[in-house]
């Protein structure tokens, strides 16, 4: 079956610092990954999402960047971090791109 | 943008009471989902419902789908404290590559 692991589950980092979260999936070749950003409050907002290796669409210009090294490895970066970066991040695969998605649990970041 | 728009923000009810939630949204979709997210937790999906299809069953939810109206509605029938959760809906275009759009979601408390 298949599953997708998300770490750290929080981060307290301080404005300035680097950025690094990771996201793997087991099971499936090939998927759709994404990132999603839930600020509190409020729907998910699309950062990244990635139909291949190497293959990235950003949605949001922003100061955060994505890579995909692996088939199912998507990494969030940034290289300094920003009051504004704070919230709840999520990872999610799907086969296609309109299908269901699986998210991970998430990680909560508070920049400070 | 935001494309899917749930109403109400707010629902509270008693158990084995029925719950509606309402989503609205604006441009053609190839299907529409409808997904849960307990307290800094990621999202579990519920159900899809494709363009061409009006009704699904799954368990104890009901979801409709009015392309006409560009509207779909989730009924959670005889509610639990157990379905306590924000509901969202979420839309994939039919153009391109169609990720999903996600509304603000409706939060539901069932008390007991």
């Known amino acids: 079956s298949q599953t997708i692991h998300q770490w750290p589950a929080t981060l307290v980092q301080p404005v300035g610092s680097p950025l690094s979260l990771e996201c793997t999936v087991e099971g499936t070749s090939n998927p759709n990954l994404y990132w999603y950003r839930q600020a509190a409050g409020r729907g998910l907002q699309l950062l990244f999402y990635s139909v291949g290796i190497g293959q990235i669409s950003s949605e949001v210009p922003q100061n955060l960047s994505a890579s995909r090294p692996q088939d199912r490895q998507f990494i969030l970066s940034s290289k300094k971090l920003l009051l504004s970066d704070s919230g709840f991040y999520l990872c999610?695969?799907?086969?296609?791109?309109?299908?269901?998605?699986?998210f991970g649990s998430g990680t909560r970041l508070t920049v400070v | 943008s935001q494309q899917g728009e749930e109403d109400p923000q707010a629902l509270s009810i008693q158990e084995g009471e029925n719950a509606t939630m309402n989503c609205s949204y604006k441009t053609s979709i190839n299907n529409l989902q409808w997904y849960r997210q307990n307290s800094g937790r990621g999202l579990v999906h519920l159900i899809l419902i494709r363009s061409n299809e009006r009704e699904k069953h799954s368990g104890r939810l009901r979801v409709t789908l009015d392309t006409s109206k560009k509207s779909s509605s989730l009924l959670i029938t005889a509610s639990r404290a157990a379905d306590t959760a924000s509901y969202f809906c979420a839309t994939a275009r039919t153009s391109g590559y169609s990720t999903l759009t996600f509304g603000k979601g409706t939060m539901l408390l069932v008390s007991p």
């Open positions: 999610a695969w799907s086969v296609g791109t309109g299908d269901g998605y699986t």
